[in-house]
């Protein structure tokens, strides 16, 4: 069997952060795209260097030519502005919807089997236009920001209680943006519901550094915003699929009557991960106050959306 084709658009922060960690993995060869000449090239050299230490067998390599998206497996696009303090993740609307809608023509044209993973922000709207803009049907386009809400929420709670991040589940639903919702109800320490544990007031606390935890980040680098879990989720999504694992992890999927959203939105709920890409939403029961939160959150989302739909108009 030959091996898989990862292609990372963007070779920035993110795009060599997940270099790396696929090299470790071993999942596939990977090329890193980048406009910026030589700089994709040069990053793809430094881990091959590194190959005998690491160790790994996996070969990387670098480009500025789109055509080498050519029999990509999986392509995971990081292309983009990141934020700077101040900026919100809608501020990069306008710019990085340019940017998707140019890597989206070229995946079209060279890796129409590809898996679509999109990292960029805002990344409700840019999934959405990536989509859009690919034909690709719905279960190959999905976008990266649930499994990083929701694992930011998990080691916050880890650290309140003093415990492990590893044995802390946490789901965080909705957009990827100041409304996302976390869900008190479905976090659990090794199968113990967290209500047991810690009270609600406490879990609204760290609900809340969640929803800002992006923004935290931007604050304390000054020059870029989070890119090593931002690229670590990457990859967990990328693993799902190329391993057939059947992952229950929470993704920007699109929506088409699930939660009541209809309309083709893509918003962050659970799916289940495996080598058919997204192969099913989860529905998860909400209480009210989750359910009214959800419901602002995706009308943020749709805000974004019809900006998108009247650019693409
Ligand atoms: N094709 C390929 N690469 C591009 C293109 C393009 N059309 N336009 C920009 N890029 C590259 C830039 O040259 C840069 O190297 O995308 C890379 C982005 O890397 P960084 O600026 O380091 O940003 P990063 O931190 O990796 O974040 C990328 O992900 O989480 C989001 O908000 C974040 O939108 C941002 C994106």
């Known amino acids: 069997m030959a091996r898989k084709k990862i292609s990372l658009v963007g070779a920035g922060q993110i795009g060599g952060t997940m270099a790396l960690v696929l090299a470790q993995k071993q999942l596939g060869d990977v090329m890193m795209l980048d406009i910026a000449e030589g700089m994709p090239q040069g990053k793809a050299l430094d881990i091959q260097e590194g190959r005998s230490v690491i160790p790994t067998a996996t070969n990387l390599s670098g480009s500025n030519d789109y055509a080498d998206l050519a029999g990509s497996d999986v392509v995971i696009v990081t292309a983009g502005l990141p934020r700077k303090p101040g900026m919100s993740r809608d501020d990069l609307l306008d710019v990085n919807f340019g940017i998707i ?10 890796a129409p089997e590809a898996l679509v993973i999109v990292v960029t922000n805002p990344l409700d709207a840019m999934v959405y236009a990536m989509q859009k803009v690919t034909g690709f049907p719905a279960n190959r386009v999905v976008g990266m920001a649930g499994v990083l809400d929701s694992s930011r929420l998990a080691c916050f709670i880890a650290d309140e209680l003093g415990v492990s991040a590893e044995d802390v589940r946490a789901l965080v639903l909705g957009g990827h943006g100041d409304t996302m919702v976390s869900v008190y109800g479905a976090a659990s320490v090794a199968g113990i519901p967290l209500s047991q544990l810690m009270s609600k007031e406490k879990f609204d606390e760290l609900a809340a550094r969640t929803a800002k935890a992006g923004g935290e980040i931007v604050a304390l680098l000054k020059t870029g ?45 659970p799916v289940v991960m495996g080598a058919g890409g997204i192969e099913k939403v989860i529905e998860v029961e909400l209480n009210e106050e989750e359910r009214k939160a959800f419901d602002v959150s995706v009308d943020a989302v749709k805000d974004l959306v019809s900006w998108v739909e009247n650019k693409m108009a």
């Open 101 to 110: 809608e140019k890597v989206g023509l070229a995946i079209k044209e060279h």
């Open 225 to 269: 915003s989070a890119f090593y879990s931002p690229g670590l989720s990457a990859i967990h999504m990328a693993e799902a699929y190329l391993l057939d694992k059947k992952s229950v992890l929470t993704a920007a999927a699109q929506l088409n009557g699930e939660y009541g959203v209809e309309g083709g939105l893509y918003c962050g709920v």
